[in-house]
């Protein structure tokens, strides 16, 4: 697999996280959206006409791919104006299909994040209450984040208080690794390369795919936090879809294939040993072997290894990066 930035030189320093956050689309296509509605205005004029009608359709549809909803409104006012509410509804409908087909703003991913993130707080018995290791946690995480496809979101990490061996990631860039995976990593590299897996399952949108289908099947235009006040079932059905292909289906193969590799070139680039993760994959293969009980929301690791060994030659990672043995082995004897 061919990574989309090559490694870029070692640099060891831990970077405050950014509070910057992205614009969601369609913030800022307003000006775009007064034009538009201004030309529909416009053509009103011709919407009694066969010609007029199909034309004032066509924009509409165009608007809506846009995520322009003025334009929409304005098109769909003025096919009732001329008389038209078939066409009226069929704007209206159009606009809730498309809608359902546009990528998922910051903002809406911000509040399904937080109703994910609460889900796995849950059903993992809570944080570890260790405010030193946790944020020991955040700085090995926000320095490999910010090496990632996607640095310009707040990143959180959290412990959680689970003797199971795994990790997940919500959307927004809430991140947990559980205590009992913690107990099996012997340095910082390793650490890294964990987190740089759940934070690439972030970059790469891969829980947030799994919501936009599921709101596609429920014809659901939004999953923000309006839509949750407007509508807490539906809202709830959409989260509790999401949860259990995280927490209990597991991602496609492939989605968590990729989030080794890209999460294992962003460790890389902060100048850690790239080596260390594999080290770590062949370490849990020894404890438990293939069995996929084990990671059953993750491949075999016999699969991973190899994806990840091939990632390491072809991006050309250098192999003689830092591993911080004894840094780590100061704040994880708190667990």
Known sequence: ????????????????????????PGMQRVR???VGATRIVVMRGWAKGLWGTAVMGILAFVATLGGCAEVQRAAEDAARQSGNERLAGVIRGTGTLVAGLLPIGYEEESSIGQAIALQVVARYGGVVEEPALTRYVNLVGRAVANTCDRPDIPYRFAILNHDSIN??????????????????????????????HEIAHVTEKHILQVIQRSKQIAGVTEAGLAYANQN????KNLIDGA????????????????????GNVFAARVGYDPLAYVALLTRLRDLKGD???????HPNFSSRIEAVQKTIQAEGLKTNGVLLADRFAKWSKRI
């Not at 807490?232 to 809202?235: K, T, V």
Request: charged residues 25%; glycine residues 6%.
């Open 1 to 24: 697999m061919s990574m989309r930035n090559k490694i870029s030189a070692p640099d060891m320093r831990v970077l405050p996280p950014t509070s910057r956050v992205p614009v969601a």
């Open 32 to 34: 775009g959206a007064q």
């Open 167 to 196: 990790a997940f990631a919500a959307p927004a860039g809430y991140i947990f690794v559980t205590k009992g995976l913690l107990k099996q990593v012997r340095n910082e590299a390793e650490l890294a390369a964990v987190l740089g």
């Open 243 to 262: 949860v259990k292909k995280l927490l209990d289906e597991g991602l496609d193969q492939s989605k968590e294939i990729e989030a080794d590799q890209l």
């Open 291 to 297: 069995d996929r009980a084990f990671f059953k929301t």
């Open 232 to 235: 807490p079932a539906a809202f």
